[in-house]
């Protein structure tokens, strides 16, 4: 199983940008679906950007025109620049990596946006 571990958290002032990095253990080429999720009240985990077979980036809603996602193959990681971040953006991001019947997390990585 694919092991990833995230980066790039941390705390900014509102505005400000930040750029989230996903490194994986093994290749992430054949992934059907791998991306930045952030963990919602309930704990379920709602997407902000996702890669889909490696080719279509899905955004989520609230963040179209704020995220941009990119992935470097060769080196096995998956970024997440994010731009002009908000105070309701605070909390807990992680990378998911779903192949088949099989999907990994990161441990997660924490935002604090700063009003």
């Known amino acids: 199983q694919v092991q990833l571990v995230e980066s790039g958290g941390g705390l900014v002032q509102a505005g400000g940008s930040l750029r989230l990095s996903c490194a994986a253990s093994?290749?992430?080429?054949?992934?059907?679906?791998m991306g930045w999720y952030r963990q919602g009240p309930a704990s379920q985990r709602n997407i902000v950007a996702t890669?889909?077979?490696?080719?279509?980036?899905v955004y989520g809603d609230s963040w179209k025109g704020r995220v941009t996602l990119s992935v470097d193959n060769a080196e096995r990681t998956l970024y997440l620049q994010m731009n002009t971040l908000k105070s309701d953006d605070t909390g807990v991001y992680f990378c998911?990596?779903?192949?088949?019947?099989?999907?990994?997390w990161g441990q997660g990585t924490q935002i604090t946006v700063s009003s």
């Open positions: 890669l889909v077979r490696g080719r279509d980036r």
């Open positions: 998911g990596l779903f192949s088949g019947d099989t999907g990994s």
């Open positions: 093994g290749s992430i080429t054949n992934a059907n679906v």
